[in-house]
């Protein structure tokens, strides 16, 4: 499995910024796919996960109506569509998989880690 995060980098509070995931090699056909992000001194945050089985996904209510997750199947590339940043957005980025997740939040346990990108939202 092969995933790599990019298009990070720092946005005035109320921009946007996509991120994008280059995805491959998956093992299974049931499986989450999610964005998390993790910031200094805070527990690590899904904040968007994908489940394969049934094609829902979920969002925490801290970013819900703000990010929008896609994906581009053609080109194994997932994408993180980031509105209205906040200056709390401000994290390290992972894109995510784990295998067999059928609950109906983010999984806590992540079967295979992407390098993370940076993502700063400061005036």
């Given at each position: 499995?092969?995933l790599q995060?990019?298009?990070?980098?720092?946005?005035?509070?109320?921009?946007?910024?996509r991120l994008?995931?280059?995805?491959?090699?998956?093992?299974?056909d049931d499986y989450?796919?999610?964005?998390?992000?993790q910031?200094?001194?805070k527990?690590?945050?899904?904040v968007?996960?994908?489940?394969?089985?049934?094609g829902?996904?979920y969002?925490?209510r801290?970013?819900?109506?703000?990010?929008?997750?896609?994906?581009?199947?053609?080109?194994?590339?997932?994408y993180?569509?980031?509105n209205s940043?906040?200056?709390?957005?401000?994290?390290?980025y992972y894109?995510?998989?784990r295998?067999?997740?059928h609950g109906s939040?983010?999984p806590?346990?992540i079967d295979y880690?992407?390098?993370?990108?940076?993502?700063?939202?400061?005036?």
């Open positions: 499995v092969q995060a990019s298009g990070g980098g720092l946005v005035q509070p109320g921009g946007s910024l994008s995931c280059a995805a491959s090699g998956f093992p299974s989450i796919i999610a964005w998390y992000r910031a200094p001194g527990e690590r945050e899904g968007s996960c994908y489940r394969s089985t049934d829902r996904i969002y925490p801290t970013v819900k109506g703000r990010f929008t997750a896609s994906a581009d199947n053609a080109k194994s590339m997932l993180l569509q980031m940043l906040k200056p709390e957005d401000t994290a390290v894109c995510a998989l295998t067999k997740y939040t983010c806590l346990h880690w992407g390098k993370g990108t940076q993502v700063t939202v400061s005036s």
